[in-house]
């Protein structure tokens, strides 16, 4: 007795497989039909074109574990208490001194992009 599909015949299973065949082995742009490639982000949605290198990636690692998501949204204010909260280090303090006063950030990434400014 052969083992098999009992819904359908082997030619549709083999098309079947092909379709999905992208995404279960992870080729880039394997997406058999159109309508399954991702969409870009929206106007009011951030992009995720910027790629940190190692060593910022690990400062902004660093960074993010002093500031509760709870604080977000939230201001300079804020973010500098959660941080205290969390017994942040002296320079992530400081760092969270030089932001803006009275702008609200929705994430990290808008807090560490204005502290690179």
């Known amino acids: 007795m052969e083992r098999?599909?009992?819904?359908?015949a082997a030619r549709v299973d083999d098309r079947m497989s092909d379709e999905v065949r992208g995404e279960v082995q992870g080729i880039p742009g394997g997406r058999a039909e159109e309508w399954r490639t991702t969409e870009p982000p929206g106007e009011d949605q951030p992009?995720?074109?910027e790629v940190l290198d190692d060593a910022e990636s690990e400062r902004f690692s660093r960074f993010g574990r002093?500031?509760?998501l709870s604080a977000l949204p939230g201001d300079r204010d804020a973010l500098r208490r959660s941080a205290q909260?969390?017994?942040a280090p002296d320079d992530i303090l400081d760092d969270l001194d030089r932001l803006p006063e009275g702008q609200t950030f929705q994430n990290l990434?808008?807090?560490?992009r204005a502290l690179a400014e």
Do not use: P
């Open 66 to 68: 002093y500031v509760g």
């Open 47 to 49: 992009g995720t074109t």
């Open 85 to 87: 909260d969390l017994q």
């Open 4 to 8: 098999g599909s009992s819904k359908h």
């Open 109 to 112: 990434a808008e807090v560490w």
